[in-house]
């Protein structure tokens, strides 16, 4: 008999965290999780959210014996806007070295960053309850210089109107909160979750 032991996901065990500082990611997945209401300087209103996934291959660590050393993993979450000020359009502008352009604005496709390289600022944040972690805080264009390991992590896409395609990629703390969203009720008939939580031409753009 042997004791072993093993970092499980929701056990209560510290996951290795991706460094400080600027590192080479890989976007592996996108999440939509849908509208729920939100509290806005003492006002609530409802918000569509989404959530970008990052692989980081040249950081990695064993969760599960039998598949080995596996690449850390990051998300992202924004309101779902494309509004100037909005920090998705800031940061997809700063990914791809561009501004969208306005015919780009009346209707873009975000699954095209999906399997696309990107340099992801990390910093190491102390909550709440005093514990440090991993958060992304900024997403830029890699340098030309630069070569981002080939992709590990399946990639994936998630629409709640496409439900339940690659339900079962996503992890558990988006499953919960997807359930809690409008679409998903109005899809599933569900509602055992509080709904508590917005002709140009482009040269070298990757997307």
């Known amino acids: 008999m042997s004791l072993r032991l093993s970092i499980e996901e929701n056990a209560g065990i510290a996951r290795p965290m991706v460094p400080q500082g600027s590192q080479i990611a890989r976007c592996v997945g996108i999440m939509d999780l ?59 502008e700063a990914w791809r070295g561009a501004a969208f352009t306005q015919k780009e604005l009346l209707g873009w496709d975000l699954d095209v960053v999906l399997g696309q390289p990107a340099m992801i600022t990390v910093t190491h944040r102390v909550n709440a309850e005093g514990n440090t972690k991993d958060r992304i805080t900024g997403i830029s264009s890699m340098h030309e210089d630069l070569k981002c390991p080939d992709q590990i992590t399946p990639g994936f896409v998630y629409e709640i109107q496409q439900h339940p395609r690659n339900w079962d990629k996503l992890p558990p703390w988006a499953k919960d909160e997807i359930k809690a969203s409008d679409e ?24």
Request: aromatic content about 10%; overall charge positive; glycine content about 4%.
């Open 34 to 92: 849908g509208t729920v209401m939100s509290d806005w300087q003492g006002k609530s209103k409802p918000r569509k959210r989404v959530s970008l996934m990052f692989e980081f291959p040249k950081h990695k660590a064993t969760f599960r014996e039998e598949d080995g050393a596996q690449p850390l993993v990051k998300t992202i979450t924004y309101t779902r806007s494309f509004n100037e000020k909005a920090n998705l359009r800031k940061d997809l």
């Open 184 to 207: 998903y009720k109005a899809i599933t008939g569900n509602d055992d979750s509080a709904n508590t939580v917005a002709e140009e031409e482009v040269d070298a753009v990757p997307f």
